[in-house]
């Protein structure tokens, strides 16, 4: 453990010292301002070539290029830029499902190139934060160099991991609003397979009638019809419906269905069968719910209540006693 004592030593050493910090901190901020000059070089030089924004603009959507050569709209230009700054930064396998392109897929972001404009934004922000804080704290005269940095340190680390936060939250809320749409899903979903339609014309009138009520849901079966329509087979539609919602009754739902078309059993009572279990599921989940509610109320209670009992029960007790003792 000899080379942690030296690194510890060589760290008081220096960090004690404010003209190596000075220089520390200098170098740092240049070696940002150097970084920031060449994105803004490159935005420039993408910016005054014409000729490569149409080609870019026709290969990636032929509908918006303009034929009498007028100039395209800044939000896309923004888009082109984050995602050349993204695409360098981007590794990984994009199907695997802890990765970020599988969670930007989940909620509706399934084009590569919203990779690597999320890849950007991480960057950005964790260049950005870092360089706000410092100009705050340091240029303000709030706090010395010494003491800002460490909460430099903190904004960087928050920078790179406020978008994947984001990310989750997103992913959490998307399905969340799965859940609660699949019991109402598959109550429409017997209802079309009893008036005669089969499966998939019974899953595309479904996702035509909760477009407004269920959103998330509808978009879900929508691509799932898309695929269907691409020439992928009905299993294998619902298992990556199953895989992209990665919620555990879409997994059970699923494998009822491919087991009822396996059998050849009737796809109404199956999922008449399962919907009755998803409602009981639900109850039995709300009454889980109600009766932690007591439980859980206990800390705000003993927070918030108990210190105004004891000082109404032994806020008079305790004056009498000083004040007999401060008179004796």
Not at 57 to 77: E, M, S, Y
Request: hydrophobic share 50%.
């Amino acid at each position: 453990m000899h080379w942690l004592d030296a690194l510890n030593l060589w760290l008081n050493q220096h960090f004690s010292d404010p003209q190596w910090l000075f220089w520390t901190f200098t170098l740092g901020l240049g070696t940002l301002a150097f970084l920031l000059f060449n994105l803004l070089f490159s935005y420039l030089r993408s910016r005054f070539n014409p000729v490569k924004e149409r080609i870019e603009a026709f290969a990636t959507d032929p509908g918006r290029v303009d034929i009498g050569g007028a100039q395209l709209d800044q939000k896309a230009r923004g888009q082109r830029l984050l995602e050349r700054i993204g695409r360098g930064f981007t590794a990984g396998d994009p199907e695997r499902e802890d990765g970020p392109a599988f969670r930007l897929a989940q909620v509706g972001f399934r084009s590569p190139r919203d990779l690597h404009i999320f890849t950007s934004l991480k960057i950005l922000a964790a260049l950005a934060l870092p360089l706000i804080t410092a100009a705050v704290l340091i240029g303000g005269g709030l706090m010395p160099l010494r003491l800002a940095l460490p909460i430099i340190a903190l904004t960087l680390f928050l920078g790179a991991i406020l978008p994947d936060y984001w990310l989750t939250q997103r992913v959490k809320a998307h399905q969340a609003a799965l859940r609660r749409a699949l019991p109402d899903v598959l109550d429409m979903l017997v209802v079309c397979s009893e008036a005669g339609l089969g499966l998939n014309a019974a899953i595309q009138r479904v996702a035509l009638e909760m477009d407004i009520q269920y959103p998330a849901m509808a978009d879900e079966l929508k691509t799932t019809m898309l695929q269907m329509g691409a020439g992928m087979d009905n299993r294998t539609a619902l298992q990556e419906l199953a895989r992209r919602t990665g919620i555990e009754e879409m997994r059970s739902l699923v494998a009822t269905l491919q087991q009822a078309m396996r059998f050849g059993t009737s796809i109404s009572d199956t999922l008449r069968a399962y919907s009755g279990d998803m409602r009981n599921k639900r109850l039995e989940n709300a009454q889980e719910k109600a009766a932690q509610a007591s439980v859980k109320m206990l800390i705000p209670i003993a927070v918030t209540m108990l210190p105004a009992l004891l000082f109404i029960v032994l806020g008079p007790p305790m004056l009498k006693l000083a004040a007999s003792s401060f008179l004796g």
